[in-house]
């Protein structure tokens, strides 16, 4: 009797605290995106058309709206990025719009839990006017992010017929160099990819200095190559080739040489055609 009244209070302990999970009628999401080395995410809810008129009926226009559904949505960028050519620093902010017929204006407020009820201007931490177009009619409110590059990217905000889009833009190649200023010299291989990635970016002379200290750290074919690459698009083809050759020979003896064996040969074919062809010797004539 005593074990069945245990087990009574037990199933009724469970039963209290058990808890019943049921859908959101705007389905919690996230979306995150990588641009250049700044992360940016978004936590945000998915309001569902259902057949309602939204921007103009459920969504007032010329009103402050949260931009979503239930809970304030979120962005946070992990450094310093310009949104439709201004600056907003590295945080986390709140994403607020006042919809119209035209154009709209996008708003990153600092209080991460306003509403629009409690929602203060004062906070802002920037506004800008987004362009808006009028697409083929999406169920779910979707953020997304489209147009990428290692410094660009559209951030877009679509529901019903309407598509909000701000451009994103990050200083990702001043980062690069920051970076590399406080890198130790002694890693070849981060002053490898940084003297590629700036030779990438056209900034030819910075990338030489890194390719050299690769180069003095190891002399491997990929860092001798990465050498030879830049002193061609400077022009330098007499002091590529020589480099690209040394390359090709210790890359035949490297197991993780791989298809970079096609590639180097073809340089090492280019740099020759564009050197100067040694004139023949004129023969000095004897005097009688």
Request: glycine letters at 8%; charged letters at 20%.
């Amino acid at each position: 009797m005593k074990k069945l009244f245990l087990a009574l209070l037990t199933g009724i302990s469970l039963s209290a605290t058990a808890q019943i999970r049921l859908p959101q009628p705007s389905p919690g999401a996230s979306v995150s995106q990588v641009v250049g080395t700044t992360d940016i995410s978004v936590k945000y809810s998915r309001p569902l058309l259902r057949g309602r008129d939204v921007f103009g009926g459920v969504v007032p226009y010329d009103k402050v709206w949260r931009t979503g559904a239930n809970g304030t949505n979120q962005i946070t960028f992990s450094n310093d990025v310009m949104i439709a050519g201004q600056k907003l620093a590295a945080g986390s902010y709140s994403i607020f719009s006042i919809p119209t017929t035209g154009d709209w204006t996008l708003i990153f407020n600092k209080d991460l839990s306003a509403q629009e009820y409690n929602y203060s201007q004062e906070k802002d931490a920037l506004r800008v006017t987004a362009k808006v177009s009028t697409v083929a009619k999406t169920e779910a409110f979707t953020i997304d992010f489209t147009g990428l590059s290692d410094s660009t990217a559209d951030m877009n905000i679509t529901w019903a017929d309407k598509k909000v889009v701000a451009p994103i833009t990050v200083e990702t190649t001043k980062m690069v160099e920051a970076s590399i200023t406080k890198a130790s010299n002694d890693n070849a291989g981060q002053m490898r990819v940084a003297a590629d990635y700036l030779s990438g970016k056209g900034k030819l002379d910075q990338a030489l200095k890194l390719a050299n200290t690769a180069v003095a750290g190891a002399e491997t074919f990929r860092n001798l190559w990465s050498k030879a690459q830049i002193l061609s698009k400077l022009g330098n083809f007499a002091e590529a080739l020589p480099l690209a050759q040394k390359a090709l020979s210790l890359g035949n003896a490297d197991p993780n040489f791989g298809g970079m064996k096609a590639t180097i040969e073809k340089g090492i074919a280019d740099y020759t055609a564009k050197l100067p062809v040694a004139m023949p010797a004129v023969p000095v004539k004897k005097k009688k």
